[in-house]
């Protein structure tokens, strides 16, 4: 009996919080819902811009965050640098050193990492609202290739478990997008190359034959 009447107040509990959640803060409950499309979306992206803008404007928009800045590296010990952000300027740092222990500990972790510890920090940081106070990796085979920095809210509050939950979700989406835009892109390359080697083939056959020919 015991048992069972835990287990009933479990799932009673469950079912008032989804019910608190939706009729209480529903306009919250529709942004979460919102970045959880974009999230689903995300794998099918064809660009890098695409996928940067999820990764920024998305959860700026849906989660009303003062600021996020995506940080890229172009290879393991290449410093990261800022390809697209919402409340930072051209003052704030442009780039991340690859050893710093921000993105020593990111590439050591592969967790979202709330920067509650002013160390993590690198210089050249937004204050305010927009100050980062989580930190999100973005990884392919088991190495960092980005990471995204997050502020507070606007009303300066900090981001909740489930948003950080979701901004994860979203990186870890990104991941593999990215795979995907990058192989394709390769694959382009690729059949460019092939289509000038032919084209200069059929060329050199041509000089030939008009040789011969003369």
């Given at each position: 009996a015991a048992v069972g009447l835990g287990l009933f107040l479990h799932r009673a509990s469950h079912s008032i919080n989804r019910l608190v959640d939706r009729v209480l803060f529903r306009k919250h409950h529709r942004a979460e819902e919102r970045l959880r499309r974009v999230t689903a979306a995300l794998p099918f992206a064809s660009d890098e811009r695409s996928i940067a803008e999820?990764?920024?404007?998305?959860p700026v928009s849906n989660l009303a965050l003062a600021s996020a800045a995506l940080?890229?590296?172009t290879s393991t010990d290449a410093p990261l640098s800022r390809v697209l952000a919402h409340g930072w300027s051209e003052d704030h740092a442009d780039s991340l050193d690859a050893n710093g222990l921000l993105v020593r500990y990111l590439q050591a972790e592969?967790?979202?990492?709330?920067l509650d510890d002013p160390q993590f920090l690198p210089p050249g940081m937004p204050q305010g609202a927009a100050l980062p106070v989580l930190a999100?990796?973005?990884v392919n085979q088991h190495v960092l290739t980005a990471l995204v920095l997050y502020g507070a809210h606007t009303n300066s509050t900090l981001p909740d478990p489930d948003e950080?939950?979701?901004l994860h979700a979203l990186a870890k989406a990104a991941a593999t997008s990215h795979q995907q835009v990058r192989i394709a892109t390769l694959a382009r390359?690729?059949?460019a190359k092939q289509t000038r080697i032919i084209e200069l083939e059929a060329s050199l056959r041509a000089l030939g034959h008009e040789r011969?020919?003369?």
């Open positions: 999820a990764l920024v404007m998305e940080f890229y590296r592969h967790e979202p990492l709330r999100i990796p973005i950080v939950e979701l390359q690729n059949e011969l020919v003369g």
